[in-house]
Each structure stands twice: as structure tokens, then as C-alpha cells.
């Protein structure tokens, strides 16, 4: 008895630890949320004079992550609301809704009274009642130096029949947080996790709440059972036999005085409402089997046919003490509650290549042990990696997973020779690597939207939208591409405080201009195009001394030439498949 009450005194130990915790992040954090209320007051100020409705057809919506997308239950439409920008010296936050037709391709701005203030990082749900209702729950608002951060922990209900928000007040909900999960449950919203920070703490949750949609009442759940740690940006799904579930996330915690050590969580946990007793609920740990996904964070999730949950992209860091090297994703996951089993996601081949197969090789025999060992499977994906490296050391890498464009390891035979160009080109299109992105599934075809990677110490944001047949699985199609050149990145700079040095600075760039000014004028008319039939390892040695010049203009004067190069090359390599592509495309359609 002496040992079993020794364990219940560290639980309830922990408990009030915890308590305090919240209790003091919850003081130290009061103060900058009132600042930032006011700067929220001001922009509900602002929103406020709008007094129609209005719908407005216009270009794809800014570049942006942490947004939320949408399927709408009975129309065939995409809703995108909120999001965060950021261009390298200053954080914008929306509260924009868009709606993208799926039939049309177009998109629509819609400008509602009353909205609720800016976010991002927040959790949207669609549920069919009542003509449609977009729920939203929390999410975070930063301070334009994206120092400060405001969480909040209102509930906005959008009745899509009559195009009206409506915030719903009820007592009792979660407290202010972003990187939460939220899921419809029956007729109920289960929320789940999420962080809290502020600039000198913060603090993890693993906390369950419901929602009762027809009571309008918050519920905090104690489910019996060991659940999941406290974490942020996890998966949640229901399965098709009513329980919830938890897979990964990410997590930090204070090792040491500011040193802060993250955790990418990979474990996988059932919330399941016991038979019979009402609120009642219990956690179990799961063990799924099959082709697990690689830890990540900021990956994105939505539901696929077949109660099947999807996970696409996000990115793994690894730390150093010199080097911070991201490796962001763009694989695609299957997880089968019903199997307990992930399943890698595979594009299928091009149909040039199943029609080459049929027509039969000389000296080949599809499937047999020989060939088996010399050549990879016809359906393992390529991995394409890039990596770029700043004029700080950091070491970024771009991993780009594609289908295999056909069988490696042999020269085309020349029945192939006409359609080769063609394979090389549809393996090309695909959503590149990225995190944070928005997904959304409708009439069993995935769309994914935005989202950013990270080269050195830029972020690019993103703004394109690509689709996928969930059934065929025979190709990404780009709906909106991104122009990577219309990217905003703005340096910080020191001029207040080293106004002289700053002032010798710009005088040596004007002499490097002056220097360089004929290269600089070649880059003002473009790239240089590539020629019909031209290899990359022809193309780079006759444009290298352009690419070097923009990666200069990208890097700036003080970048190593080793770091400049390599930079150059990529940027070259990126333009040339870029061609390659379009090419491909434009013989295609003629």
C-alpha cells in the first residue's frame, strides 16, 4: 500500500504542477495580450463598417499557410478562411473567406459582416445541418514584428445557406490555444491538444473537449487510460466505427535556461467512447503496422474515401550546433483504422509505359527473380533531393518524392524514344515540398493548398493548388501554379544602430553593380531559354555565369562564393526541369 500511495502522491504532484504552470504562463502572458487586443480591436473596428454582403470574383487568393480549406457539404466548393504571410520583416494574419469552384476553377472573395477577427493556426469543421455550418474554434493573432502572440478560445459558427457568421458564447470551453485538432463526432465537435505561448513561456495541451451541437455546451472529457503527451499539429480522425483518432504531433520543453528541446512525436493513440455509459471515454495505445510515415511536423490531414485518414508533407529539422537542416516533404500516407495499417501513397504509372509493356521487349521477362534483382519495382517512387546552402552554413534539403517515370537501370529502346519525353514530364508535376499546407477532399479528389518551405533563413510561401484522383491515383494536376518571382522577401537591417557601416555597405554594392552592371542587365530579359534537345549538363556550363549573377542579387554581397554556386546550380536546375516540363505540355496539347 506504502508504494501504491507513493505513485497516486507524484500523480497528483503532477497535476498541480501543471496548474501552476498554466496559472503562471496565464499572468506573465496577460499583460501582451492586452496590447494585442487593442490592435484586434482596431481591425474589428475596421471590419465593422463592412455592412453587405459581398461576392466578388477575383485572381487565387495571396500566398499563405495555417489557413483552413473546406469542402463544402452540398455544393462543389472549396471554403479557405484565415491564414498567416510573412515577408521577412513583418506577420500578416486574415480573416478572408474564399470560396474556389471546383467546376469553374475560379475563385470568390466573399465579404461578410461581422467576421471573426484575424487568425491563423486555428480549426475549421464542416457539418451539413442546417444548410451547412463551418465551425471555428481558437487559433492565434501575432504582432506585426511576430514577437507577440494573442491565442484565442472563441467559437464562430458560419451558416453557409445564408452566408452569416455568429459567434456562439458558451462557458466552460478550452482555454485560449492554436495547434489544436478538432473533428465532427456525431453531433458534437471534439477538440483535442494545442499550445499556449507567449514571449517568455508556453505550454502544451492534451486535454479532450466536446461540444454538443444541439445544446450549444462545452464538456471537458477525463477519458480513463494512459492518452498522449501534451502536443501541437497532430493528426485526428474519426474511423468509420466511431472512435478518435491520435497520431503524432510535436512538442517542446525547457531542458535548460532558454534552451528548449522540440520533440516530433510518431506514437498513435484510440479515443473510444465506452458502450453504454455517456461520457465516458477511454484512451488505448496503438501499434499500426505497415509503411509508417517518417517523423514530421507541420504535416497536413484530411479524410479520404473509406473512413481512410490522409497525411501529406510536412517537414523534419534536425539540429545542430552550426547547422539547421530542414527536410521538407511532399509524400503522401494512408492510414486504414479498420486494418490498423499504413499504406504508402503510390502514383500509378504513365499509361505510355503500361502500353510500351504490352507491346513486349527482347531478352525481357516481366516478373522474373533475374530481372527482379537487377531493377527496381515499375512502382517505386523517386526521390529527388535538393539541397542549398546560405551564406550563414545553413544547410537546407528540399526532398521531392514522384513516381517512378519507368523501369532504371536500361537505355529507352526506340519505340520509346517519342513518349520518353513525355514520362519525364508528368513525373514532374506535383506539389512541391512543404509543410503547414491546406488540404480538402471532395467527390473523392484531394486538393492541397499553399503552405511554405524554408531556404537558409527565407520562407516561401505558397500559393498554388494542385489535385489528386484519391481512386486513380495516376497524376498530380496543377489547378494554380506559383510564380516563385513574385515572392516578397525583405532583409532585416541594422541601420538605426550601424547607420555608417551601412552607409560603406551600400557604397561597395554600388561598385559591384557598377562592376557587374552588363550580367545585370542580361538578367533583366530573363533567363536563358533552353534549346531544343539540350541536356542539363550542357545547359549549365553555357548559362552557369547568369545564375551565378541572380544568386548573388539572392544572396547578397557578403555570401561565400562556395555558397553562391551551389545556390546558381540549383536555381539552374529548377529553371531547366521548369522547361523541360512546359515543353513537354505544349507538344502534348498541339
Known amino acids: 500500500m506504502g508504494k501504491k500511495g507513493k505513485k497516486q502522491k507524484k500523480a497528483c504532484g503532477a497535476e498541480k504542477t501543471a496548474a501552476k504552470m498554466e496559472k503562471k504562463v496565464s499572468k506573465r502572458s496577460r499583460k501582451e495580450e492586452e496590447d494585442l487586443e487593442a490592435l484586434i480591436a482596431h481591425f474589428q473596428t475596421l471590419d465593422a463598417k463592412k455592412t453587405q454582403i459581398v461576392e466578388t470574383l477575383c485572381p487565387p487568393p495571396s500566398p499563405r499557410l495555417n489557413a483552413s480549406l473546406s469542402a463544402h457539404p452540398e455544393k462543389d466548393e472549396l471554403i479557405l478562411f484565415g491564414g498567416e504571410y510573412f515577408n521577412g520583416k513583418k506577420t500578416f494574419l486574415y480573416n478572408e473567406l474564399y470560396t474556389y469552384n471546383i467546376r469553374k476553377g475560379t475563385w470568390t472573395k466573399i465579404e461578410i459582416p461581422n467576421p471573426p477577427p484575424r487568425r491563423c493556426a486555428h480549426q475549421a ?43 456562439v458564447r458558451s462557458a466552460g470551453g478550452p482555454s485560449g490555444r492554436s495547434g489544436h485538432r478538432m473533428v465532427a463526432w456525431k453531433r458534437q465537435l471534439i477538440l483535442f491538444g494545442g499550445f499556449h505561448e507567449s514571449t517568455r513561456d508556453y505550454i502544451y495541451y492534451n486535454d479532450v473537449y466536446t461540444f454538443n451541437l444541439d445544446t450549444f455546451t462545452w464538456t471537458k472529457l477525463s477519458p480513463s487510460g494512459m492518452g498522449p503527451t501534451p502536443r501541437s499539429g497532430c493528426q485526428i480522425s474519426v474511423t468509420a466505427q466511431g472512435s478518435i483518432i491520435i497520431y503524432g504531433g510535436y512538442s517542446k520543453q525547457r531542458v535548460k535556461k532558454d534552451v528548449d528541446k522540440g520533440t516530433l512525436h510518431s506514437d498513435m493513440f484510440l479515443l473510444k467512447s465506452e458502450d453504454g455509459r455517456e461520457g465516458k471515454w477511454a484512451w488505448t495505445r496503438m501499434h499500426p503496422s505497415g509503411a509508417k510515415p517518417t517523423p514530421r511536423s507541420g504535416f497536413s490531414v484530411a479524410m479520404a474515401p473509406n473512413h481512410q485518414t490522409l497525411l501529406f508533407g510536412g517537414v523534419c529539422d534536425e539540429e545542430e550546433e552550426e547547422t539547421l537542416e530542414g ?40 516478373g522474373s527473380d533475374e530481372q527482379a534483382g537487377e531493377e527496381p519495382s515499375p512502382q517505386e517512387p523517386l526521390e529527388v533531393v535538393r539541397k542549398v546552402t546560405t551564406e ?26 517519342n513518349d520518353g519525353a513525355e514520362e519525364a514530364g508528368a513525373s514532374l508535376v506535383a506539389p512541391c515540398p512543404r509543410s503547414s499546407a491546406m488540404l480538402a477532399v471532395k467527390h473523392g479528389l484531394l486538393y492541397v493548398y499553399g503552405g511554405m518551405f524554408e531556404a537558409g533563413d527565407r520562407q516561401f510561401t505558397l500559393s498554388d493548388l494542385y489535385c489528386l484522383d484519391l481512386q486513380k491515383m495516376d497524376g498530380w494536376k496543377a489547378l494554380v501554379e506559383m510564380d516563385p518571382d ?59 555565369r547568369y545564375w551565378v549573377v541572380r544568386a548573388h542579387e539572392s544572396l547578397g554581397p557578403d555570401a561565400k562564393e562556395k555558397n553562391v554556386l551551389r545556390t546558381a546550380h540549383a536555381m539552374a536546375k529548377t529553371f531547366f526541369n521548369d522547361s523541360v516540363l512546359d515543353a513537354t505540355l505544349r507538344q502534348k496539347s498541339d
Open 125 to 167: 469543421v464542416v457539418v451539413p445541418q442546417g444548410g451547412g455550418q463551418l465551425w471555428v474554434f481558437g487559433g492565434e493573432f501575432a504582432s506585426p514584428d511576430g514577437e507577440q502572440f494573442y491565442h484565442y478560445k472563441d467559437l464562430w459558427v458560419l451558416h453557409l445557406a445564408t452566408k452569416s457568421w455568429e459567434q
Open 327 to 366: 527536410d521538407f516533404l511532399n509524400d503522401l500516407y494512408f492510414y486504414d483504422a479498420a486494418r490498423n495499417r499504413w499504406f504508402a501513397g503510390q502514383l500509378k504509372e504513365p499509361k505510355t509505359e503500361k502500353r510500351k509493356r504490352r507491346r513486349g521487349r527482347k531478352g525481357e521477362l516481366r
Open 392 to 417: 550563414d552554413g545553413t544547410v537546407i534539403t528540399i526532398k521531392q518524392v514522384l513516381p517512378a517515370p519507368g523501369v532504371a537501370g536500361r537505355p529507352p529502346s526506340k519505340d520509346e524514344d
Open 486 to 544: 513574385t515572392q516578397e522577401w525583405l532583409e532585416e537591417t541594422d541601420t538605426e544602430e550601424e547607420g555608417d557601416e551601412v552607409e560603406d555597405g551600400d557604397d561597395e554594392e554600388e561598385e559591384e553593380d557598377t562592376g557587374e552592371g552588363s550580367s545585370e542587365e542580361g538578367t533583366d530579359k530573363g533567363p536563358p531559354p533552353v534549346e531544343h534537345d539540350e541536356s542539363y549538363a550542357d545547359y549549365l556550363p553555357r548559362t552557369e
